[in-house]
């Protein structure tokens, strides 16, 4: 073994996806709750992707209303 | 990290084993028990000892640092510790190992099979199911922001239906509201809030109140009712929906995927058979937990088609129609509440818009692609819909006859009353725009989402191939030079989401390898793309198992691959298997001149039973061997093992000096050589002292010949020769072999006749040896 640690192309993609969501100006906010989905496995689904665009933009407006 | 191991054995010995084991070790499987024609192989059958069963097959690994011991059987799988966990993910795809009946399947396959083996390897076949629920959302976020955009048109088309003027916001429905009520001669509105004011005004003048609540409610319930319209599209909708998802249920289109007809035969056979456990390699496993994954995994492929997303699309947008026509159905069944004599209508009409949200649920199954939606049960709710409609309105114009309401009061009455409808509409209109720019911005979101995921994925996926094609090309262009065959492409084929294309330049055109290239360039290149695979993805498994793959490449080619392993995976672990004894000496003499014989155990496969299994034992050298048989007294197997040995090296000499014995057909035997490669050494070095010896080794050699004739015939005299004298001779022969081969790396000399030296040819040899010719 050479204890090199592996990044996974899996890995490889997401880290690539989630940064350039930053640069087609989506909210931070719903960035970070679908990064939370793939952290937990969850993000196979339609229904958790549609709640967390719904749980993110609603975390924006409040930001934005403070 | 231990030493790479090179085996040789002859077919049947048992080398591929080996291979298997660790396969088993580290997957817990067998490739060779998978695939097409396996049905009738066993894993748990067919992989242990004939004499023994499942319950005694152990595979055990030691790792080092850390002398770690770890175990695979058929119930206990090895438990790695944390720093060989990433070691262990790597290898559990299987990888790692290349076979000859493999080598061929990367370059032979269809593009959709090439993609998901390189999707299996990438270890992304998640990827796909991620996108398509992306996509999946959007689709829903935009269906909705559709029906919203319509149902907001619908309800302005109703607004103009009812002020029979075209209408296209709220203030223009204000102006037109306005008008009529300064020709009815009433006061004008500011907003629709103040139309609650005239009622209240009509109600002080009106002398029969209840009356006038009474005639103002029938007059909006029979507006409400001429107003109901069924959107025309629904019914279109409904078939379009049917004829398109047609084909999915028949099956056409998923045999369009072959790994969807795969798994249905799967799911056959597995339905089919009643044990729990697996139809291709026998292991124990929940039928059911089988059944449910390979069905989700066949749902999960007919939706990531276009058609698919096409169904999902008019299913999203007809679900949203019927479901916004019940609504309204079921608003105006509330307003026939409070009228007795419309009770059973109020029923029927609560009954269809049942039927209606049930048809919807339909509708979204059909979405789903689970089965067809019923028309002709639509089609039947709407006649019956549009009986009732018409009797309600009928019945309804019958109570307000009845009321018997004065004819100047009645204009007003009608306008209040259609100024309530069009207020209702209107803050209909009002709450759809907010809730359209919410879903407006999600859909928004998501489709951004979508779409750069899709973007990086097949980013990702072309700079991997192309990081592949890199090295295949390198790897591919050592084996084979000067070759006509270059420039290997892998793309994703074009207008297809899921493909692996395999190109090469062959004559100046590019083509399928197949095209032009012979057998041995199409193994050479198999072995190369699993190389580069090997070196992209395997990660922290560094471990690479070549089981017997030169078969069909010439000997000059597999010296070059020697070059490629020595030179490009020199921090592997490598485990070769061979039954071709040139390409073992290949090898070994490769380890020497490369400096890495000590990362290597060189071992031979010496025999084999039923019993013992393979018989293995540490290589020997020709010289190692000789020397055993001369300790054991073997004098006629010591001589006859050096004959043939000098019979190589002179072969060697000729060669290497460009002597030239006489033209003849069949074998060169010593006879044939010795004088030709003697005198041709005479003539051509300079150099004394190296002449000397050679010359000297020759006269040895010419000595102690005869013995090596004795030895290998039947000859009475060989009785009497002494081991002193069988000794002198080989040494003689490894002697002048020694002579010949540099003492540093191994290698035999070369003579490089444009510089008129003799040399050693590894580059990368430290002694530098350099012999002056004539």
Redo the contacts between chains.
């Keep these: 073994?050479?204890?090199?640690?592996?990044v996974?192309?899996?890995e490889?993609?997401f880290k690539?996806?989630f940064r350039?969501?930053g640069t087609?100006k989506?909210?931070s906010e719903?960035i970070n709750t679908?990064k939370k989905l793939w952290e937990s496995d969850r993000?196979?689904?339609?229904e958790?992707?549609?709640k967390a665009?719904?749980e993110g933009?609603e975390n924006a407006n409040k930001h934005q209303k403070h | 990290?231990g030493k790479s191991l090179l085996l040789r054995g002859e077919n049947g010995t048992g080398k591929s084993s080996l291979a298997e084991a660790f396969e088993f070790f580290f997957t817990g499987g067998l490739s060779v028990f998978e695939g097409k024609g396996t049905q009738s192989l066993s894993l748990q059958k067919h992989m242990p000892h004939k004499n023994f069963d499942k319950d005694n097959v152990v595979v055990a690994v030691t790792?080092d640092p850390g002398s770690i011991a770890l175990e695979r059987t058929f119930s206990d799988q090895p438990a790695p510790p944390k720093?060989?966990e990433?070691?262990f993910?790597?290898a559990r795809r299987g990888t790692f190992i290349l076979r000859r009946a493999q080598i061929l399947k990367f370059v032979v396959s269809v593009p959709a099979d090439r993609f998901r083996a390189i999707a299996s390897i990438?270890?992304?076949e998640?990827?796909d199911?991620?996108e398509l629920?992306?996509k999946?959302?959007y689709e829903?976020?935009d269906g909705a922001v559709c029906s919203k955009r319509d149902g907001i048109k619908d309800t302005f088309e109703q607004i103009s239906t009812l002020l029979r003027k075209r209408t296209t916001n709220a203030k223009q429905a204000l102006d037109f509201v306005n008008k009529s009520l300064k020709k009815a001669k009433m006061t004008t509105l500011r907003s629709f809030d103040d139309v609650d004011n005239i009622e209240d005004e009509m109600l002080k003048t009106f002398k029969k109140s209840a009356d006038f609540e009474h005639v103002t409610k029938l007059n909006d319930v029979l507006g409400k009712l001429k107003l109901l319209r069924v959107d025309d599209e629904i019914a279109g909708n409904l078939h379009a929906l049917n004829k398109k998802i047609g084909p999915f249920l028949e099956g056409n289109a998923r045999s369009e995927l072959s790994l969807t007809e795969f798994l249905v035969k799967g799911l056959e056979a597995v339905k089919d058979d009643e044990k729990d456990a697996c139809p291709l390699c026998g292991q124990d496993v929940s039928r059911q937990e089988l059944l449910k994954q390979i069905n989700e995994r066949l749902k999960t492929l007919s939706q990531l088609s276009d058609e698919a997303s096409e169904v999902r699309q008019i299913s999203t947008e007809t679900e949203e129609k019927l479901s916004s026509l019940a609504g309204k159905i079921e608003e105006i069944s509330e307003e026939l509440e409070p009228l007795d004599e419309l009770k059973n209508k109020r029923k029927k009409l609560l009954g269809i818009s049942k039927s209606l949200k049930k048809l919807a649920g339909e509708v979204n199954s059909a979405g789903e692609l689970e089965g067809k939606v019923p028309t002709k049960a639509f089609d039947q709710e709407m006649t019956k819909l549009e009986k009732l409609v018409k009797a309600s309105a009928e019945k309804c114009q019958a109570m307000l006859e009845k009321i018997g309401v004065p004819k100047d009061w009645k204009s007003k009455v009608q306008t209040v009353s259609l100024i309530n409808q069009v207020k209702s509409l209107v803050g209909e209109v009002a709450k759809a725009k907010e809730s359209l720019k919410t879903k407006e911005?999600?859909s928004a979101?998501?489709k951004?989402?979508y779409q750069?995921?899709s973007?990086?994925?097949k980013a990702?996926i072309k700079e991997?191939y192309d990081s592949i094609t890199g090295n295949v090309n390198a790897f591919y262009s050592m084996l084979h030079p000067k070759d006509a065959h270059k420039n290997i492409e892998l793309n994703i084929a074009s207008g297809r989401r899921a493909s692996a294309e395999l190109k090469m330049e062959s004559f100046g055109s590019k083509e399928d390898p197949r095209a032009f290239a012979s057998e041995g360039h199409l193994d050479s290149l198999g072995l190369c793309i699993f190389l580069a695979f090997a070196k992209r993805?395997n990660?922290?498994?560094?471990f690479i198992v070549l089981d017997d793959v030169v078969t069909t490449i010439d000997a000059q080619h597999r010296g070059r691959i020697c070059k490629l392993l020595s030179q490009h995976f020199k921090?592997y672990q490598l485990l070769i298997t061979t039954h071709d004894a040139v390409w073992f000496e290949q090898l070994c003499a490769h380890q020497r001149a490369f400096g890495i014989d000590g990362s290597f155990r060189n071992m031979e496969i010496v025999g084999w039973t039923l019993e013992t299994g393979p018989i293995i034992e540490p290589y020997k050298t020709r010289w190692d061997r000789i020397e055993a048989r001369i300790k054991s007294g073997d004098k006629s197997g010591a001589a006859n093992e050096a004959r043939r040995y000098l019979e190589w090296v002179l072969r060697k000499i000729c060669v290497a000096a460009m002597a030239r014995p006489i033209l003849k057909e069949g074998r060169y035997t010593v006879s044939d050589l010795l004088t030709p490669a003697k005198e041709r050494i005479k003539k051509l070095i300079k150099d004394n002292d190296f002449r000397e010896r050679v010359l000297k080794g020759f006269q040895e050699l010419e000595a102690t010949v005869i013995m090596g004739n004795l030895l290998s015939h039947d000859n009475p005299e060989a009785e009497n020769t002494s081991t002193v004298e069988v000794n002198r001779f080989c040494e003689a022969v490894h002697e002048l072999n020694n002579t010949f081969t540099c003492p540093d790396c191994g290698t035999l000399f070369k003579y490089y006749q444009d510089m008129k030296r003799i040399r050693c040819p590894n580059s990368r040899c430290k002694q530098q040896i350099d012999i002056a010719c004539k």
């Excluded at chain 1, 073994?1 to 592996?6: F, Y």
């Excluded at chain 2, 990660?539 to 560094?542: M, Q, T």
């Design positions: 073994m050479n204890g090199q640690k592996s996974s192309v899996e490889d993609i690539e996806f350039r969501l087609v989506l909210p719903v679908l993000l196979e689904s339609k958790n992707i549609l665009l719904e933009i | 990290m790792f720093q060989l990433d070691y993910q790597a990438l270890g992304i998640r990827l199911n991620v629920e992306m999946r959302a829903e976020l911005k999600h979101l998501s951004k989402v750069t995921f973007k990086v994925k990702k991997i993805f990660g922290p498994c560094n921090d």
